[in-house]
């Protein structure tokens, strides 16, 4: 079911929680038949979504001009227009994640760990699907293909609530996805959206306890809390992302400059890109003047400190910095900017500000280095790489439903044994319990 077929509220007679809840019945009962395919099944579905985006690449960006004319009169910020974008080259992206899932490793059937006990009892801890994973999201339609892909290589369903500034984009996409699967004799509601429904749709997805198995958000601040705070589903929690970058006092500068502007200008409305740059007080003389200037180069307007805005060049972008900065994922081009003493300073500045995603660490010191990892308490830390490494496909698992910051089962980039949980099997010879 997609927006442009899902029937009317009012004159299916039913509320929007009980619609909600139907469409949940039915990722159910699909999940079920999923659960049992094999991988060469999986794996065929996956490259017949990926052609099938592909022939539809016209429509699909027709759609998404759409939601970007609509989102410009809304006033959304450049770098949500970025995520929110689709082009041929974007989508023929988004299949070839397709394609690349289908040659990753089934998790399904695992073996996480096994032994034989004393007894004779035969233990194995194997991994299954979670059953039905629901998605609540914005303004990101290559998020719909993603979780879709994931859920259906890890055996699960997927409900999908996109939001309505990717409306037309997703209607479209999950409409092609819909048919592919059934192309391939799979059920179309595997893949289900209720973005018909709204917010009241969004409400009901979160109270659909007993029918979604798993509720994962993926976008702002207030989106995620409000997920947390509302939802009776279990949620994993995905996280903003305030990375920071820290400049050591023994650091290769001419390495520091191009891992800054990858982390910060790459792309601005992601939430891997670098937000603060801590220095080294003994390379500041050095390093900021040139790094400033760099930034301003890219358009980027720094933040700073005393010290920063005294050594920035007299015609680069730049204001006085608050803690507000500090806190901020900006998701544009702007970043804050802290001269620190040492590394004890920079460590105590990321635990006050630091919202547990990526920090970065450009050092040429080992012991420096080993501190960081040891005492960052984030999902990700990076030694003399980029934080834009932070990301699924580059870290090898494939597409990624969101970057999880909580400290469950889950964390880092999720890809697809994130997707599934465990269970125990035991095998015996008529073993009764003394």
């Known amino acids: 079911m997609t927006v442009l077929d899902t029937p009317d509220p009012i004159a299916a007679g039913l509320s929007v929680d009980d619609q909600v809840r139907e469409v949940a019945r039915r990722a159910k009962v699909a999940s079920r038949r999923l659960a049992t395919a094999n991988r060469a099944t999986k794996d065929a579905a996956l490259r017949a979504l990926a052609d099938a985006l592909v022939a539809s690449t016209d429509e699909i960006v027709t759609a998404n001009v759409e939601d970007l004319e609509r989102g410009r009169a809304a006033g959304l910020k450049p770098g ?53 994973v629901g998605m609540i999201y914005e303004a990101r339609p290559n998020v719909t293909v993603d979780a879709a892909g994931l859920a259906l290589k890890s055996g699960n369903a997927v409900v999908l609530r996109g939001g309505s500034a990717a409306a037309r984009s997703n209607a479209v996409v999950v409409d092609v996805l819909q048919g592919a699967l059934a192309a391939q004799g799979l059920p179309r509601d595997l893949v289900q959206s209720i973005d018909a429904w709204g917010r009241e749709g969004a409400v009901a997805l979160m ?17 995620i809390r409000t997920v947390v705070r509302e939802s009776t589903v279990p949620v994993i929690e995905t996280g903003v992302g305030n990375c920071h970058l820290y400049v050591d006092e023994s650091a290769d500068l001419a390495a520091a400059l191009p891992i800054l502007l990858n982390g910060k200008t790459q792309r601005v409305g992601v939430c891997n890109a670098l937000e603060t740059l801590l220095v080294h007080r003994a390379v500041a003389d050095e390093f900021l003047p040139a790094a400033v200037a760099a930034l301003a180069d890219e358009g980027v307007t720094v933040h700073g400190d005393e010290l920063t805005l005294e050594l920035a060049p007299e015609d ?39 919202s547990g995603h990526t920090e970065v660490i450009v050092t040429q010191d080992l012991a420096a280095s080993e501190r960081f990892v040891a005492e960052v308490d984030s999902a990700a ?24 910051t909580q400290k469950l089962h889950a ?24």
């Open 316 to 354: 680069a972008p730049t204001v006085p910095a608050t803690d507000e900065d500090w806190a901020s994922e900006y998701l544009s081009r702007d970043i804050a900017v802290r001269v620190v003493e040492d590394l004890d300073e920079a460590l105590d500045h990321i635990r006050t500000w630091s």
């Open 207 to 223: 109270h659909a306890r007993g029918l979604v198995d798993v509720l994962v958000p993926r976008g702002g601040a207030d989106l």
């Open 80 to 132: 949500l227009l970025d995520r929110l974008a689709l082009d041929p080259a974007r989508v023929a992206a988004i299949a070839d994640a397709l394609r690349e899932l289908a040659g990753l490793p089934d998790p399904v059937g695992e073996v996480v760990r096994g032994s034989t006990l004393p007894n004779g009892l035969r233990l194995r801890q194997v991994r299954v699907p979670m059953g039905v």
């Open 411 to 434: 964390r880092g980039p999720m890809g697809l044994a994130e997707l599934t949980t465990t269970k125990w099997v035991v095998h015996g010879d008529g073993h009764v319990r003394p």
């Open 381 to 404: 830390v990076m030694v003399n790489a980029s934080s834009r490494f932070t990301d699924g496909g580059q870290l090898g698992l494939g597409a990624e439903i969101g970057i999880s």
